[in-house]
């Protein structure tokens, strides 16, 4: 029997085959921005005042009207938020007695400025119902959890591909869905679904691109996928600002869903999850098939024997903490994606917060990201893991500490700065993904890359709700994010450097990552004993697989 990389290999590890497959990747990729990202610009502020009609029958003028009703802030603007309490009797004797005692708005709000119906406008997310927006925020990155722990299951039992054809539909459907909305509990439900599907298809795409693509070319197809989510994030600054009625957005965004139908005949399954199935001969057939789209042939006898591998026995989440070295590892790289989630998420749902023109923004941070992803590239070979995935945090936290600092008569450092962060982020976050899938055992490399995920979806339902702590202080947000990220660049320097180093397969023995040290220490007198053994005779180092 012949290992399934061994064919891989015949085939062509990142021919014209792999390239069209990440291209069709990244398609739904460059859509998600649209959906995680687009409430901030279908639910920007608007000024507004209280509604009030209790004074519609004695011919004021729609200004006079807002001035008896309304109080003024010391700066002349209206209250948002309160009302005179309605008198009875006619104008002079309104005047006469005098308005004075104020109460919450009972009827809704005034939008003087709204041109289009947006999120806000339509359901009221205004004072007490403010909160709302974040909230929801939170329930669409919950959906992402919940999506996690429902799909990734459903995919490895009915294939990626049906998997990713199955939440396409579903991301168009509730999309849509989500702008016939009669209220808001029914849009956050939508969007709930909506968000469960965006984890689904990144579980997907990720496992059938790994399954196709060659060991040594994985970084750069998850790299390549990744500027495609950057390039949706500037698409979406452009829509955004096109289309600002919030309900035609929600159809203009998720309709392109639809549009990838021809998925059906174009998007190959996995053909390693065919043999896992026992369906050899389809697995045969789709490999002699990207073969010759890599113009390589497969050797017959290697085809031949193609059989389901014996897999080894998985571990389990308690044999991650039953080591010291990999408890350190583990709780260290789940703090690393948690902090990742937290900022990256904190600061890209806040696009509005920064003082500059919104859209602009938006345009800026989806820019940044395409240079700062490509980098990881050259910089995880140059500098390794372990130096990256600390740089990135430690830059990404200090710039967060420094926002605050800045006087808000300063929006461009501000804009500029969280510019830096979020570029830092996610370069932090590509190089994570790598760094996990090479710091764990083989036998339970799964096990954590799963913890890992859990933990950034946890920080993706917190991240919307940090914003929230800014009624306590304005400085608070920003500061908690970057103490986050500077805890988790710091703890970075006890993990292993993984660069150029063979995979541990088991966790029975310490991780020969943290012995590199004493081996170079030791090489030379280590060589002399290796060529002195038995003689002279030489021995050869156990072959192991290179991510």
Request: include cysteine.
């Amino acid at each position: 029997m012949v290992e399934f990389g061994e064919i891989l290999k015949a085939v062509g590890e990142f021919g014209r085959f792999q390239i069209w497959l990440v291209f069709l990747i990244c398609i739904p990729n460059f859509l998600t921005p649209f959906h995680i990202f687009g409430q901030q610009f279908i639910a920007i502020e608007e000024p507004h005042y209280c509604k009030t009609s209790w004074l519609q029958g004695l011919n004021l003028t729609q200004e006079q009207e807002v001035n008896l009703t309304i109080p003024r802030k010391p700066d002349g603007s209206l209250e948002e938020c309160t009302m005179y309490t309605p008198v009875e009797g006619d104008l002079e004797s309104i005047l006469t007695k005098g308005l004075n005692a104020t109460e919450k708005c009972q009827s809704g709000w005034v939008y003087p400025e709204a041109q289009k119906p947006t999120l806000l406008t339509d359901f009221n997310l205004v004072c007490d119902r403010k909160d709302l927006n974040d909230i929801s925020q939170s329930i669409f990155m919950a959906g992402l959890l919940v999506g996690a722990i429902v799909f990734g299951p459903l995919s490895d039992r009915i294939g990626s591909r049906w998997s990713i054809l199955l939440q396409l539909l579903l991301m168009g459907s509730f999309g849509v869905g989500a702008a016939f909305a009669p209220n808001f509990i029914v849009y956050i439900v939508l969007r709930f679904v909506v968000g469960a599907a965006f984890a689904g298809i990144s579980i997907s795409m990720a496992a059938l691109s790994s399954e196709w693509v060659g060991a040594p070319f994985r970084a750069r197809a998850l790299v390549i996928t990744h500027c495609s989510n950057a390039m949706g994030q500037m698409a979406l600054a452009g829509l955004a600002y096109s289309v600002r009625d919030w309900r035609l957005y929600q159809i203009v965004g998720s309709v392109p869903a639809f549009a990838l139908f021809f998925y059906i005949w174009v998007l190959p399954n996995s053909a390693r999850w065919l043999v896992t199935k026992g369906k050899i001969k389809e697995a045969k057939e789709l490999l002699q098939k990207a073969a010759s789209i890599n113009r390589r042939t497969i050797p017959e006898e290697l085809l031949d024997q193609l059989a389901p591998e014996q897999k080894a026995k998985s571990g389990n989440i308690l044999d991650l903490f039953k080591k010291a070295h990999l408890r350190r590892m583990t709780l260290i790289m789940v703090w690393v994606w948690f902090a990742d989630s937290l900022v990256y998420y904190g600061v890209s749902l806040h696009v509005g917060d920064f003082g500059v023109d919104i859209y602009m923004t938006q345009l800026i941070f989806g820019a940044v990201e395409i240079p700062s992803r490509l980098s990881c590239i050259f910089f995880l070979q140059w500098l390794g893991r372990k130096k990256c995935q600390a740089a990135w945090l430690l830059l990404g936290g200090i710039v967060c500490l420094l926002i605050p600092v800045v006087p808000q008569e300063f929006p461009a450092i501000v804009t500029t700065l969280a510019v830096i962060g979020k570029s830092a982020l996610a370069a932090s976050f590509s190089t994570s993904y790598v760094f996990s899938s090479e710091v764990f055992p083989t036998v339970v490399r799964q096990t954590g890359l799963g913890l890992c995920s859990m933990a950034a979806r946890v920080a993706g339902i917190l991240s919307p709700l940090v914003g929230l702590l800014d009624k306590i202080h304005p400085a608070i947000p920003m500061s908690l994010l970057g103490a986050t990220a500077l805890l988790g660049g710091g703890l970075c320097f006890l993990l292993p450097e993984t660069r150029n180093k063979d995979l541990q397969d088991d966790t029975t023995a310490k991780s020969t990552f943290d012995m590199g040290s004493e081996k170079v220490a030791n090489g030379s007198s280590e060589k002399g004993r290796t060529e002195q053994k038995e003689g002279g005779q030489s021995t050869e180092p156990t072959k192991s697989t290179h991510l």
